[in-house]
């Protein structure tokens, strides 16, 4: 398919690496020039990027960035025509999805919001998981270009329920991190070897997914960015809003949130969200490591 794909930060350029390798005819672009996608051509703007172009990917960071993209000066706008779908994995406000939805439905294009999960890792192998959400028979329309960057698809309903589901997983990916970091904190401090605690909670019910992809890089003490922490935070924000408008009270996120607020006071929005154990060590006055580190 052709397809134009916008943003190539951690997520999108393995995306778009994969669709091209996959032999669909990509045209990519990104904000900050001087990213190149192999097998990828390069266009100077979002409006040029599109042009002709059966589907809009995007993959950018925020709210305010994919309004910007798609309706900003030289925007993907200008050159929607009839039948074309905008996909977007970004994590984004389901209410903004909708709007979004609405403008351009006027011109006869579909909105799929295909947020995933998965992480670089899975970003980078094809291997990321889609919550999806709009109409069937778009996204079916859609399907080979999924099978080049994930192994499954969920379609949680239509335009904007995959958002809405994205919120309520990361949702849990946050809280069940600091309930990890929390653990290996208090362990520590009470003399606890931290690996041996990992091995434990491997063999019983309190494993998770992120237990699993986190405990490495924390025992490395590597806070690269897999998942940024400034984007979690984002998406933090994004389902306390959510919760607000529908009348939902999160009170443990609420108090999640505060972490990240003086994680983000303390310069560490563009390491890992895993660096809000940092915090909770700064203030036990204790590091994790296991007997080998
Ligand atoms: P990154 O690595 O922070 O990449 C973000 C991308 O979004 C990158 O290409 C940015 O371009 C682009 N961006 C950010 N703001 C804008 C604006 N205003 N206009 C155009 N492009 C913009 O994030 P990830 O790849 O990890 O994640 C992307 C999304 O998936 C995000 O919503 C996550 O929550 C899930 P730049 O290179 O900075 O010029």
């Not at 919001?113 to 998965?118: F, K, L, V």
Request: aromatic content about 6%; some cysteine; hydrophobic content about 50%.
């Amino acid at each position: 398919m052709r397809v134009a794909f916008l943003g190539l930060g951690i997520m999108g350029h393995p995306m778009a690496t994969n669709l091209a390798k996959a032999g669909h005819e990509v045209t990519v672009w990104n904000r900050t020039p001087g990213k190149i996608v192999e097998g990828a051509s390069i266009a100077p703007t979002p409006a040029a990027a599109a042009q002709g172009a059966e589907v809009v990917w995007m993959c950018v960071s925020n709210t305010d960035a994919v309004e910007q993209v798609l309706f900003g000066a030289d925007g993907a706008e200008a050159s929607l025509a009839e039948g074309m779908i905008i996909a977007d994995s970004s994590t984004i406000s389901p209410a903004a999805t909708l709007k979004f939805a609405g403008r351009v439905a006027a011109k006869g294009v579909a909105w799929v919001d295909a947020p995933m999960t998965g992480s670089k890792l899975g970003a980078q192998g094809g291997s990321l998981v889609f919550m999806v959400g709009g109409d069937e028979a778009q996204i079916e329309r859609l399907k080979p270009l999924f099978a080049a960057m994930g192994k499954k698809i969920y379609r949680m309903g239509e335009t904007s329920k995959g958002q809405a589901t994205k919120l309520a997983m990361n949702l849990q990916i946050a809280m069940i991190f600091e309930g990890f970091a929390e653990a290996l904190t208090l362990a520590t401090k009470l003399g606890v070897d931290a690996q041996q605690l990992i091995s434990l909670i491997e063999a019983t019910m309190v494993k998770s997914g992120v237990v699993e992809y986190k405990a490495p890089f924390v025992m490395q003490r590597d806070f690269t960015p897999n998942f940024p922490l400034r984007l979690m935070h984002k998406d933090i924000r994004l389902a306390l809003e959510a919760a607000k408008e529908a009348r939902v009270k999160l009170p443990g996120l609420e108090a999640v949130e505060e972490i990240y607020d003086l994680a983000t006071e303390e310069g560490h929005q563009d390491l890992d969200y895993a660096a809000t154990l940092t915090l909770l060590e700064k203030w036990a006055g204790v590091q994790v490591k296991g007997k080998a580190a």
